[in-house]
């Protein structure tokens, strides 16, 4: 079938530096000696190649014997983490990608500058449960529905959001949050340039095919925001991880499918998808 390839998919800068990262801190370390506290990036098959060349998983850092490299992963991770590691004795590699680097230090600054910190995000995500760390007492909301309970009556507030969000969900919270009688409201664009090309391309696709496929993690925020906007245009879209995902029955009589792909979703998903379904012959068509 026909198949139109996003203007701009898959990997980003901060991607691609935490697996260079990831892989030559597997390379370089002893066996076992090197472990990722937490996935580096939200893509499976990144991660479990990563495994195979050496690089371990943990979340407790308790367990890590001293001397243990400990690579954090491009979501970054909070301030008492690090601190905690240092005092462990284990070597610390960061791989945080330097935009959510900048979400902390702008965090910390809106603190001490005396603003009250809100972030708009989503609470469970690692980037978000990390950025926070940055400075006490910070309110995160992902919907103007939240902003009553959580907001405070009055006072300065400063404002950041996780890097992958659109701009309009953002402008919309931010809008409703404006509309309130706070003194001062500041608002620091912490949005990811990479992760809003993608969008608009994606959004520019939806509107020249009749179904669309966007691959990535299943927990990959970005991406899950990119079948979000796909499926807001009105077009049938699936979020798979790989082309083994794939069913006919997800193109019956459709003749173009559009394919756009989150910034950790490697290239050689990317083109394996789209050669199967370049060479699948619809049914009903
Ligand atoms: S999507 Fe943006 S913020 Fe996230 S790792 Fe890539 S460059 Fe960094």
């Not at 969000?165 to 931010?174: C, K, L, Y």
């Not at 756009?260 to 789209?274: K, L, N, Q, R």
Request: proline residues 5%; charged residues 25%.
């Amino acid at each position: 079938m026909k198949v139109k390839l996003a203007s701009k998919h898959g990997f980003c800068f901060g991607v691609e530096d935490a697996i260079e990262l990831a892989e030559k801190t597997a390379r370089e370390a002893k066996p076992g000696r090197a472990v990722a506290l937490g996935p580096v990036i939200h893509n499976r098959q990144v991660v479990e190649k990563l495994e195979q060349a050496g690089l371990e998983q943990s979340a407790e850092l308790e367990k890590l014997e001293p001397g243990t490299t400990v690579l954090i992963r491009s979501h970054g991770a909070r301030p008492e983490t690090l601190a905690a590691a240092k005092q462990r004795g284990l070597k610390i590699v960061d791989a945080t990608c330097v935009l959510v680097k900048r979400a902390q230090a702008v965090v910390q600054q809106l603190h001490d500058e005396g603003y009250r910190v809100v972030m708009i995000g989503d609470r469970n995500h690692p980037e978000v449960r990390g950025v926070i760390g940055y400075a006490p007492d910070v309110i995160v909301v992902d919907s103007e529905a939240e902003l009553d309970e959580a907001l405070p009556r009055r006072g300065k507030l400063g404002i950041v959001a996780q890097t992958t969000h659109t701009p309009e969900h953002v402008g919309r919270i931010v809008g409703a949050i404006v509309a309130r009688p706070f003194r001062e409201v500041k608002v620091v664009n912490t949005l990811c340039l990479e992760v809003i090309r993608r969008q608009e391309a994606a959004v520019a696709l939806s509107k020249e095919v009749d179904v669309m496929f966007v691959l990535g993690g299943m927990h990959s925020a970005n991406t899950q925001e990119l079948a979000r906007l796909c499926i807001a245009e009105g077009v049938p879209t699936y979020h798979l991880e790989a082309w083994d995902q794939f069913r006919p029955e997800m193109v019956k009589d459709r003749t173009t499918a559009g394919v756009t792909a989150g910034a950790s979703t490697p290239e050689w998903i990317i083109t394996e998808f789209v050669r199967g379904l370049e060479a699948f012959e619809p049914a009903g068509t």
